[in-house]
């Protein structure tokens, strides 16, 4: 989604602000621009497009200067042309500004403005916004105030950045409810949506909490509410480098994060597995216990492949802790009024720490009494930080727009927590050993499948010209069958569908004939008899099945026209495994269709609208 990033300092700005808009592409966006302070004289440069286009244009019109910001947009208000890019300015010219976000009441603003005699030339939110600044810096305000006075009648959300043609020393970032840091660099100064903008110039960083205001001049930053009350912040250290936001020999981001899962499934693990006690720790919810363990009712509320991490995480917290469980859209779940029950605990799961929908869903549940406890990937995200506690995935950056790592990472974190939880209950010592140990052996299993990668894309190549594609499981792989179906979907545009594997009787089947492949995960657990009979009924209708199954299961071979083998483990473990055949065939048909597999179109990595 939108991406953001400013700079002031005493070199050229626009190589660090393009350098920053690169970093922020695999968000996802439709045009770009910058806006620097040149001369005197703020001038804007945008097109739509890819940055390269923007890079094309700057070539032929050069901006040089200390300050400036710059933006990837994608649309909300207004097609992805030109006009409608950002930077925005007022209507003489005098600021600039960049906004992710929606401001909702931009209608009321602009009739108001337009009455004063403001001219709008765009169909976008934003320029209702900065014409409000424009309207407030009048009369000997300065740009801070009148950004604050401007804020103040906003209604929606924002992470902005704004400059003046009369400061040139002074940038300006403020947020509400979209992402902002402030990176501290020597004599210079950054503002980006996502840290990875400016990863290459600092680690030192002030993540903006909902509500305040940077000003950042030429040799400090100080910090405030909207309501001008000084914030003391911390600077905190960003633990990632460089190269884990790079390619590193892959030809995408997304088979980069494919292959590095037996790491990140490690990761996920690594210090929080007691092996001698056959049990799970987990630090970060650890003050929060008792809460968890006497909660009547555990809500897990997320959106798309964190989601289908939830529906897992359910059949194992139902299975293992004996706790009632709900999964929750989070987008459904603010609209619905939900009865959430005294004491309930509600996980908000999300790689990126920053969906408007979870976000959402965990202000209504804390305003309705629960406790919110976060998983997510991204550190200091507005999830880890607004959560009464939590639990990272430690899987390191997720560039891809398709998540791939971070899904096998939530499955994990959701089954220590599973263990944790079932070990302070009913679980015996030697079951919980049992399971530790299992745990333990999965980084090598995802290993040993990621190698039968060649056979996947020999599969891939059979069936990349399909129109359509059903995915069927059956109890914890039912949602592993939901999240194959959207990988595909997401990345080759192919229309797929994932079912648990008795509703195809229900409706589904009547699709069923030779042009129809159909992915069935068979594993050997405790519904294999159930769905061999399902594939059995695909069979008869000429439907082309392709089966993970569990190694040994000669059987299958017979019924399946083609077998992808996966080791055993134990039934609630198997969708770490399952799923990463899934991930390979979806990236194996993008490419062969040559679709943009890390940035899929129309999508955002960071969904931080409504
Ligand atoms: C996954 O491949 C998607 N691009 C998308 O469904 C994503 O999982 C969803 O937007 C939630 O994101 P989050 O985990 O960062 O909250």
Redesign the pocket.
Known sequence: MCGIVGYIGNKDATPILLEGLKRLEYRGYDSAGVAVLTNGKITVEKQPGKISALEQSLAQNALSGKLGIAHTRWATHGVPNQINAHPHTDTTGRIALIHNGIIENYQTIKTKLESNGYKFSTDTDTEALVNLIAEYYQNGSSLEEAVRAALSQVEGTYGIAVISRDEPDTLIAARRGSPLVVGMGDNEYFVASDVSAIINHTKDVTYLDDNEIAIITRDKVTIKTIDNLEVDKKIEKIAFDLDKIEKSGYDHFMLKEIMEQPQTIEDAMRGRLLSEEGTARLGGIRHEMESLLYAPQILLS??????HASLIGEYMLEEFARTPVEVEYASEFRYRDPIIERGAVMFV???????AD?LAAMKEAKRKGAKVFGI??VVGSTIARESDAGIYLHAGPEIG????K??TSQVMVLSLLSLLMARMRNLGASKGIDIVNEMKALPKKVEKILQTHELIKEIAKEYHQSQNFLYLGRGYNFPVALEGA??LK?ISYIHAEGYPAAEMKHGPIALIDENMPVVFIATKDSTYEKITSNIEEVKARSGRIIAIATEGDEEISKRADHVIYIPPTLEFLTPILTIIPLQLLAYYIAILRGCDVDQPRN?A???TVE
């Not at 997320?302 to 989601?307: D, E, L, M, N, V």
């Not at 799961?349 to 969906?355: A, F, L, M």
């Open positions: 997320a959106c798309g492949t964190s989601w799961i999300s790689q990126s720490g920053e969906t979870t997510c990937n727009v398709a998540s791939t971070a899904f959207l990988k997401e999508l990595k960071s969904v």
